[in-house]
């Protein structure tokens, strides 16, 4: 389906729309502010010589690149002149300091002067990729191509080197992001030679550079269209299969989906948490193997979630399963959004399933246990995951519809205003606070609703056709859908071993999980039987976190034996057991916390 | 209690007689061939030199002395010619490169002459340790006192460096071993200074050196008089644990036997494997916090639970407590024999309580992820379980009985003999293939038989009276008690996170195990009632092993929703689950494994 853009699709109220707003009325500059405490943006000085404090790292231009293309989506709905001047500041000083061949880069031009393009790890065409990509957003946002005319430039800088002279002393980038940076720029500009630039990269990975140290970490252990299985670190996996399906997308290239759809396929039935988290290992912030998910020990980065819904929207472009849309909405509601704190000015890299803060324990052997940290902070030495988030929230509305012929699909819940060539669409609602969605469009047929995965029973105004996880009706008048928002178990398929035995609680697309704070302390005794959605269950709102709370009958495991180990078996104590959304985590402070509960299974 | 020495028991059959003529007639030769095709043996000619192969590894004196103590050990029972010239030899080359001062080292000799104690984590005060040890057990065996001259030598030069001249780069050893080697030695030499020198050890550590690098690991974070928590290195501390408790004895010092009773709380409490496993992580071999007990990266050193029994034994010494016998028991059955094949010839050095062998993956950043091996092998690069089993084995009728005043004490349950100073006892049974004990002693009044804690019910011939999990009863005839050899589940206390949820089988003194080539893939949907033991099930005995497997009835966790998650409440087959002793795990070749089921509570 093509999707509508940004710049047709307003969100007009709700849940998504509140954190659009708090990003931009505070992520956005929270994140400039700690980027300008830290030496990121004045890295932009290129002033910076050695014995000087802030030296810039290889990723700064990343991080203020995505801060600039976050500002970018803003400003295409929003008159917001210090975020304009910000950018316009930073555009000035990436004129000044381009060099007269295109080239773009602090690190290698103020650290590491004529060593550009000799070390593959070293982020340079990652930050050239995220440079494109908030070059193109300015660009789309306001008219103005200065930006984009410098890293056009910049592009046909890197098509020189890397195409026609082959001269760099590596082929392809070890950290994805130019190739769907080019097929954004391409779009804009209509430039073959964009496409044909990140289609070089594509194809060339996983041939000459096969047998570098580690190969499937920074997927180059195949040449793309051989690979089936998501391998290596979470984030540049997304980012190369986004590229992928867009490509395939753009190109009519079917053998190319074909490999996405396995991708896809593995990530989501073997290789996701239940949050949308991805990324099981915080060793090379990697996927392992199939079905291995550990929840305390979870790497499941915020920027891999992100990526995902990168991928969800390349996919949903290419066919028309509901499929993408939960995944989107499986990941934005839950391991995207606990990445930000609800005051939107602290955030998470790591988002486990499970925090038993006596396991933080420091080995006698010196140094912490490698565990992901417990409190939300405000800025990372590696930094990318916050400005991910101020360019992901602006651009939610992207996510809402879609069109194909005379069919407009529905494939997220928000209140919003779709106005397309020919079409448009009003949508009332307050989910996932509320199962109730009004819907009047225009200028199509049909429509398509998407029922979620999660959803048993939803009502319809009017007559019906399920294809592929949609609700297929016939346009005209108010269309009415109300999905079903009790709260409900959720189970692991029992190939994931550590998640046997346990439920998890969701309500709406929305995560649960049980807090140390809410719960007195060793989570693991709290017991839920499978039925507990059908006893009474206290729900209520927290204005704070923008969503309901829980509180569900349970059990606590106890024992009336002293001692390690006993023949008595424990009893299970009735007791409320509190939950609130996974997204909130660590929201009040550090405490333990765990997403799966024990089942009581009969 | 008095124990009695291994010169006075004698086991006369049955499983643990089975073992040690295992040890015997297989395990030390098998032994002492790897240590020769490693050059282990070899290094005694002190003829290596740079570019040769088979460099001596600081800690070689201490394999190959382990091993000369186990071949005296067996000696003390047996006449085996072999073994008896394979030590004398070594006894020869011993004696021919002992320094002229008394110091005695290969590793310092050989390959760093000139640098004796300069570094503290160089064994080699542990290597000292374990051939005082091994020269006094062949001289309580043999009655021949060359080696021990030898040693008493090396004690005199130790005493002189450390002591009197203080000129030693350090005050007390990195691997505690000595102290209890020394104390040893004074039984059998009643030479004050060895005593002395055991008790210089002890009331140094954590003085001068509490400000090493990471001191915990090596328990020099406090004096030894007001460490009351097992940390560090599981073997060191129990090593450290059983000198101390043994001086507390020898001394009658009070105050540290009220130390040793809090650190064996701590162990036995709060950082004890079901299978007497101790040493919750790999990183530094070493103990954690309290109730962290992770199955799979359990590292449950082989070393570490036979070290647990030395402390047990030595605590005996100090208490009349059943309680130490039960950790003997728990120990010895489980976490000590299941680091010996069945065959006698393989070992494990880690012995975890899970194994998914899908989780022993090769991370994509390199490198496999650090978990136990799970194939049983013939030689570790730092080979020190194999000769502790052979030192351990033929000496286990030391833990067999007691004496204080009037009363004999028996401490576990084997076919057996005592003949002690006026004083004598016959026991027969196939404990603990079978729970009747059949006892004849003479010369004592009263007889004092544990009560294993396991253990629920059982049956005396006569009137007693139960006091800290002993019965006591007047001596006279037969005594007849029958211990309920019944299966059982055991549970983990609710502190135990890893195992809040789970059970495990035990039947006797022996915990049980599931392996997947027994019941499939995936045995963490194997679920377990509480009340399996009252459903039929099957007993069989191995003859291979010695011991009976189980097959009782239990369920197989299935879903009959595809996917990664879903809402369907997953389902219970009934299915016979198989069980083994957890000792003869990965006997059969590698494969999953799991001691802790799910339950199913009610």
Redo the contacts between chains.
Sequence with gaps: MKLFSLKQVELTGGYLFEKQELNRNVTIHAVYDRFSESGRIGAFDFAWKEGMPHQPHVYYDSDVAKWMEGASWILCKHDEPLLTERVERLIDRIERHQQPDGYFNIYYTVCKPGERFTDRNMHELYCAGHLFEAAVAYAVATGRERFLHCMERYADCIYRIFVEEQSAAFTTPGHEEIELALLSMYRYTGNPRHLELAKWFLEKRGGPERDV??P??NQSHLPVREQTQA???AVRAMYLYTAMAELAHLTGDGELLSVCKQLYADV???K?Y?TGGIGS?R??E???????LPNEEAYAETCASIALLFFCKRMQENENLASYGDTVERALYNGVLSGLSPEGNAFFYENPLEI?L??R?T?????P?PLAITKRVHLFDCSCCPPNLNRLLPRLGEYLYGQEGDTLYVNQYAGSRLHGEGISCTMETDYPRDGRIRLTAEGVGKVALRIPA?C?TFTLNRPYELRDGYAYVENGGEILLTLDMEP??????????ED??RLCVQMGPVVYCAEGRDNGG?L??L?LP?DFACQPYERKRDARIGLDTLAVKGYR???E?G????????S?RPETIRLIPYNSFASRGESDMRVWL?A???
Tied chains: 1, 2.
């Design positions: 140290a580690t499937a970490q391998v290596g670190h989501t039935e073997k996701m239940v290992t060793v090379g990697a996927f392992t193997v199939p079905c291995d038993t006596a396991d324990y080995y006698s052997w010196g140094g246990r999660w048993k409900f178990a959720v189970y692991a398929s029992p190939r994931v071993a046997a035995g060793d693991h005794t017991a499978t495991m106890e024992s034996a001692g390690l180990y006993t023949r008595t078996t424990p299970l024990s009581l299974l009969r």
